[in-house]
């Protein structure tokens, strides 16, 4: 019987070529056939949810910060394991190979998201959360301009590097900060709207947090739709 | 025209964040900037394109009044922003051309940086500031209420030649030579629509007060040339 330590291998990437270890996993069964086989060596599950359980149990166990079974998924990419939680229903109709997608799907999330932030990090020295982060500090310090031109910096250099999905990233991460932060993201992403497709989004979440906090008035984001 | 402030009753470190300076220095000839404030290092500087390839930054003279157009505050700090950004790009590439685009689109679509492409050719003093604006999601104008006017072709006319004596590409001048004929949005015009913003401004409205902020300037420009004649 294969160890934890196996199946995990079967997500992870050699260093000098991590995309093609994507690749195996969406053209090959590797994975999906080795728990189905395992699997079934003891007792032939009820359900394709068993099956998957299963799998996720498996891989639940090799990981840290363990969620429910159900709703985790952990990778390794270029020696560095990662994990991500995310939603996990399967529903009995499911094939095996559709079942073996959603796996694939989700690894290669946990993969391209891993990579983003090995991206931001490489530009930035800090992932682009944690330089809103910095921002805030900033703010909180009375250097509120600073703290925006951190976050005109931010965009403007990802953008002139063509990072238009780093950008697009930030945006579902951004944290709830000040009411002149979030107008500055929602300002320096203005000229990339048409390539930022969490951008809309945003700009709700922006609004119905000026909204609670009292602050709302229709000029607040006039023009920056 | 009380909205449009004058340095020696209204020092510069007053401009809350954001503002639109004007000057005349010819009687015939108007220049426009963007005073923007940073509050950090209390400091506010002058951002204006002189001529070809000469974006500056500077500490204005006194020369200038200045209209602060009603924005939130929180916006108008990110124009303010946007001022030290675009400085900041074009203080180490000094590439912003002259030539009379409209202010519109000034960033590149690949990369969203404030440039000249194939389809613009370079932006007045005037079409710049609206262009930092537009930058920032803040439409001063109604440009499509824009007409042209046949002494605005003399004018652009007379940019072409001194673009020519000025040593500009070829390329450039050919571009520029292609554009004349193109609407003309004047430095008194934008002046005008910072003082009726909001709403953005039509083209009669900012004709009209135009006319008024040019007889203003003239007489500051007069004052001034007095004041030179006395000490010399």
Known sequence: MRSAADLLDQFVAPAQRPLADIERLQNQDDLFSLVKERSWKGQVPKTRLELAEELLRELDGLGENVGAAQDALFAKVDGTKITVMAEWDVPDTVSDSNLHEQITALTAKVVADWRRKAEYVAIFGCSGPELLTRAQRLESAGLRDSALDLVYDLFDELFRRGHFALANSILTEAPECSTDLLVAIVTATLPAKRSLAARPHFMEFVERVIRLRGEWVPALLAGLE | ?232
Request: aromatic share 8%; hydrophobic share 40%.
């Open chain 2, 1 to 232: 025209m009380n909205r449009l402030k004058q340095q020696g009753e209204h020092a510069i470190n007053k401009v809350p964040h954001v503002a639109i300076a004007i000057t005349a220095t010819r009687k015939d000839q108007r220049h426009l900037g963007i005073l923007h404030r940073n509050h950090d290092l209390e400091e506010t500087k002058l951002l204006h394109l002189a001529w070809h390839h000469l974006l500056k930054d500077e500490v204005p003279t006194t020369d200038f009044r200045w209209v602060s157009p009603s924005l939130h505050p929180t916006r108008a700090r990110q124009v303010a922003a946007r001022c030290r950004q675009v400085s900041k790009a074009f203080s180490l590439r000094a590439e912003m051309p002259y030539g009379f685009s409209p202010p519109t689109d000034c960033f590149s679509e690949e990369t969203a940086q404030f440039l000249f492409g194939a389809s613009k050719v370079g932006l007045t003093c005037a079409t710049f500031a609206l262009a930092i604006f537009e930058f920032a999601g803040v439409t001063l104008a109604k440009y499509d209420s824009w007409l042209p006017r046949p002494d605005d072709s003399d004018w652009q006319g007379q940019v072409l030649e001194m673009l020519e004596n000025h040593g500009a590409s070829t390329e450039h001048l050919t571009a520029v030579r292609n554009e004349i004929g193109s609407l003309r949005f004047r430095p008194e015009e934008v002046a005008a629509a910072a003082i009726g913003f909001p709403p953005a401004i039509d083209f009669a409205t900012a004709k009209q007060m135009g006319e008024s902020i040019v007889a203003v300037l003239n007489d500051d420009l007069e004052t001034r040339n007095a004041g030179s004649r006395v000490i010399n």
